[in-house]
């Protein structure tokens, strides 16, 4: 197998240098291909299934540190379209990650780091880099059937409202064991075929006729529909 990081999404000061030495944080995260075309096969029970870089809608990352964080949410997919056009957006990515990150003994709630690469158009939105003001809202919550995301991350200028489900009986609980050997998260929900809708904004100075004062407005972006995402939650204890 294969695999080409088409589209990358660097976090940027949480996983700089001077803050990996002094392990600031309990917990890191940088992800070299939130949009990854793989190649190659894969053999299952004696059956071979062929994969190309025209329907893969891979994805790579990679967490490292001295425990996990808890809620854990993670939320991926390049497998999106338009709903203002009905087009495929091929070049187009989104990622949601962290929960409850530490830096040191002190928890840091509401702190995911989120990034949509939009046809070309880069939306971040990454507390770590905080002269951008990001705001982030989200709750998670496990339903008979389903388990369901919701984020809404925003800053001064751009907002990006997240929602996704995935068939409960479509995943499987991920077997994470931290450096120390202990196992925490023994209810961890993992799937790969989450489905759901983003809608994205940027604000817009709107000019009115009349001679009023302008006034800047949330302006839709596209809505998009959201399907093969990669998605993740669990907390300790739950």
């Not at 059937?145 to 984020?151: K, M």
């Not at 499987?172 to 929900?189: Q, T, V």
Request: hydrophobic share 35%; aromatic share 12%.
């Amino acid at each position: 197998m294969t695999m080409d990081k088409k589209l990358t999404f660097n976090v940027g000061y949480g996983a700089s240098e001077p803050l990996r030495d002094a392990e600031a944080f309990e917990m890191f995260w940088h992800c070299e291909g939130m949009k990854t075309a793989f190649e190659g096969k894969v053999v299952l029970n004696g059956e071979e299934y062929i994969v190309s870089k025209e329907d893969s809608y891979g994805y790579a990352d990679k967490n490292w540190g001295r425990d996990f964080t808890s809620p854990w949410v993670w939320l991926a997919s390049s497998d999106l379209t338009s709903k203002t056009t009905g087009e495929k957006l091929k070049d187009s990515a989104f990622v949601i990650g962290g929960g409850r990150p530490k830096v040191g003994p002190v928890a840091m709630e509401n702190k995911l780091l989120g990034a949509m690469w939009y046809e070309g158009e880069p939306f971040e939105f990454n507390f770590s880099k905080v002269w951008t003001l990001t705001k982030t809202k989200f709750k998670c919550k496990e339903t008979k059937h389903h388990v369901v995301w919701r984020v809404v991350q925003e800053t001064p200028m751009s907002k990006m409202c997240t929602e996704i489900a995935c068939k409960k009986d479509q995943m499987l609980f991920i077997n994470y064991e931290a450096p120390d050997g202990s196992k925490r998260h023994d209810h961890l929900w993992n799937g790969g075929n989450g489905s759901g809708t983003i809608k994205l904004y940027r604000k817009h100075l709107h000019l009115n006729k009349d001679g009023a004062k302008p006034k800047w407005e949330w302006e839709l972006v596209d809505e998009i529909a959201v399907a093969h995402a990669g998605c993740e939650y669990g907390e300790y204890n739950k």
